[in-house]
């Protein structure tokens, strides 16, 4: 499951970069180099939500089958921004 710790820690940084996103979106663009911002806007909008479903899913199914080598707060703090992604995506 070392895969899964990889896609894991990735998928950490997305949530960052879609952290970045919401702050870009909520106040005025202060990172100011173009190809930076749509890099942070690629990866935090349209890369993350999709890169955290898969890897929360593959942590439940690996927590099921206990196969589990992943550090709990990485798990927990992937679940709590895929949350939030979805709230952000489809209710706001």
Not at 28 to 55: K, M, R
């Amino acid at each position: 499951m070392r895969w899964l710790l990889f896609i894991s820690r990735l998928a950490l940084l997305c949530n960052i970069c879609f952290l970045i996103c919401i702050v870009i979106q909520r106040t005025h663009d202060f990172i100011g180099i173009e190809t930076i911002n749509s890099y942070i806007i690629s990866l935090g909008w349209f890369v993350s939500p999709f890169l955290n479903l898969f890897a929360t899913i593959s942590w439940v199914v690996g927590l099921l089958l206990k196969k589990q080598t992943l550090p709990i707060w990485l798990a927990v703090t992937n679940a709590i921004f895929l949350l939030l992604q979805f709230f952000v995506h489809f209710i706001i």
